[in-house]
């Protein structure tokens, strides 16, 4: 937190001599004694003031006197507020492993419902779009403000075959503004060489769920690269575990393993995070934690008129305090 006026606050100095003036008043000979016909009268008078009673009113007053400095100083909060440049791509895996009934009711149900909860999380006017990958990986949605629209597409995906996570995270890296794909003569093999322009590219990020290893397509940490050249962010999440696990599809069982070091390498490449999750529960909290940060930019806002509210609210509290508890009026 900053001040538009910082000098303000040398004000606080008066603080410790308004708290040495009161000691002081506190131990001053009184000048008038009062004499009580009985102790009995003597000891009423004495419990009903209590020994840190007195002291509160004063204490409240003495906090009013601080919070009037700090609003004067004109305090200064970093506020998150939409960042309507900023664009969003989710790459969700369909490969038949999502099929798998170890998160209820299925993996690719429990991705399309935390997919949905993370559209609902982003703010009014940011732009999101879909990308699912199997084989091949498929731009259904490109990014739109439109947020129903990428509701509806990530409720109408389903499973294909294989695992292309390098083409997923790709598709959804050229989808995104600012940001075309190569020319098709490129060598194959080599990622695309950037753009000179690329530091004054929008912000974007990508938001990738795999629950397998990629055998098809363009290998991840090229698409990992690349993504980082243009200066997209990458979010993986896991779905499954590393150590592998059977699966009932079909009739059949067929061994599915997590590769989780992949996705890693993807994050840590393009400066996100990953997140492994093993149920329906976890994953939709990642991706409500995600939609809550991702679209959003914490902008310098001066927060007086808030701090002179508490001021406000403070200082009546204090007043009553003095006039209902001290002095018993009412």
């Known amino acids: 937190m900053s001040f538009l006026w910082p000098r303000v606050l040398w004000a606080y100095a008066i603080v410790p001599v308004l708290v040495l003036t009161y000691i002081w008043i506190l131990r001053r000979p009184a000048r008038e004694r009062v004499q009580y016909p009985t102790l009995e009268l003597a000891r009423i008078a004495a419990a009903a003031g209590g020994r840190w009673r007195r002291h509160v009113a004063a204490v409240l007053y003495l ?3 601080c919070a009037v400095i700090f609003t004067v100083a004109r305090p200064v909060a970093p506020v998150p507020v939409p960042d309507n440049r900023a664009a969003i791509m989710l790459s969700v895996d369909v490969s038949r492993s999502m099929m798998a009934h170890d998160v209820v009711p299925t993996r690719l149900d429990a991705a399309k419902k935390a997919a949905v909860e993370f559209v609902h999380n982003l703010p009014h006017g940011a732009k999101v ?3 699912s990958f199997s084989s091949y990986a498929t731009l259904i949605a490109p990014p739109t403000d439109d947020h129903d629209r990428v509701i ?18 790709l598709e959804a890296v050229y989808a995104l503004p600012g940001r075309p794909h190569p ?14 322009d690329a530091d004054r590219l929008p912000p974007a990020t990508v938001v990738l769920l795999s629950d397998g290893q990629s055998n098809r ?20 999440v896991g779905l499954g575990s590393p150590e592998g696990t059977f699966l009932e599809l079909g009739g059949r069982g067929i061994f599915v393993r997590l590769d989780e070091e992949t996705l890693k390498q993807i994050a840590e490449v393009t400066g996100g995070a990953y997140w492994r999750v093993s149920s329906a ?3 939709s909290r990642v991706y409500s934690r995600l939609g809550r940060v991702i679209g959003w930019k914490r902008t310098p806002v001066e927060v007086s008129g808030l ?16 006039l ?7």
């Open 63 to 65: 906090m009013t006197v």
């Open 129 to 131: 779009g879909l990308v």
């Open 152 to 169: 509806q597409a990530i409720n109408s995906l389903n499973l294909e075959f294989a695992t292309a996570i390098g083409d997923g995270l």
């Open 183 to 196: 020319p098709a003569n490129l060598v194959p093999g080599l990622p695309p060489p950037p753009p000179p």
């Open 217 to 236: 397509g363009t290998p991840p940490e090229d698409a990992a690269t690349v993504a980082r050249q243009l200066h997209v962010r990458v979010y993986t």
């Open 281 to 283: 529960a976890e994953l």
């Open 307 to 322: 701090a002179a509210i508490g001021v406000a609210a403070l200082f009546l509290g204090t007043v009553a305090t003095s």
């Open 324 to 330: 209902f508890w001290m002095h018993r009026l009412g």
